[in-house]
């Protein structure tokens, strides 16, 4: 019931979402990666792949905060994975299939996490498939809590997901995929770009 239920919601949110040029959503925290995340949609209940990758691309001002061109190809592909864009360069960002893995007690999580510490540090986003009602759901980890933890954001439709405990979820999950990247020599991240 609760699967019958959750597809009924993403159908729901997202077969009202429409292409539009709408006003930019300012953040005035200052984050330019809240501000990508704020104004973009998954415009279709399977396209989370591409939607997560589609933010990394406008949080560095490769596309423009309408694009959705990596969505609309993919749409609802049911065998969609990491794979499909692991080694593929888009906009001079290259991305990365990590951690395929079986998910069971000898997964490295410990690596994991270091992974995606180093990611952070370095002034990168990690894409990450973490469990959701109906299956996995891809989430952008942008940030470390003082306390160690992982900071999560998705989109499902035009609403916002935000996860502060996505190393308890991993945990439970004994794993997961992530996909990291590497850009162009010369390209920037608005954060590092600030500074």
């Known amino acids: 019931m609760k699967k019958i239920l959750f597809s009924l919601t993403m159908f729901l949110f997202t ?24 104004n973009h949609n998954q415009i279709f209940q399977m396209s989370c792949i591409p939607s997560a990758i589609e933010m990394v691309l406008k949080y560095y001002n490769l596309v423009d905060f309408d694009f959705y061109g990596l969505q609309n190809e993919w749409q609802n592909k049911a065998d969609g994975s990491f794979r499909d864009f692991d080694n593929k360069k888009l906009y001079g960002i290259t991305f ?6 079986p998910r ?15 990611e ?9 498939s973490l469990p959701a ?5 891809m989430f952008i980890i942008c940030k470390q809590t003082p306390d160690g933890e992982f900071v999560s954001y998705s989109k499902l439709g035009n609403h916002t997901l935000i996860l502060r405990n996505t ?5 439970k999950s004994n794993g997961t995929e992530i996909m990291t990247y590497s850009t162009s020599p010369g390209l920037h991240s608005p954060q590092a770009a600030a500074h």
């Open 15 to 38: 077969s009202v979402i429409f292409h539009a040029k709408g006003q930019i959503k300012e953040n005035d925290k200052g984050d330019f990666f809240d501000t990508v995340v704020n």
């Open 96 to 101: 990365s299939q990590k951690f395929v893995l």
């Open 104 to 118: 069971d007690t000898n997964f490295p999580i410990d690596s994991l996490f270091q992974t995606v510490e180093n």
């Open 120 to 128: 952070l540090k370095s002034g990168r986003k990690v894409i990450i």
């Open 133 to 137: 009602d109906a299956g996995w759901h």
């Open 167 to 171: 190393k308890e979820i991993v945990k």
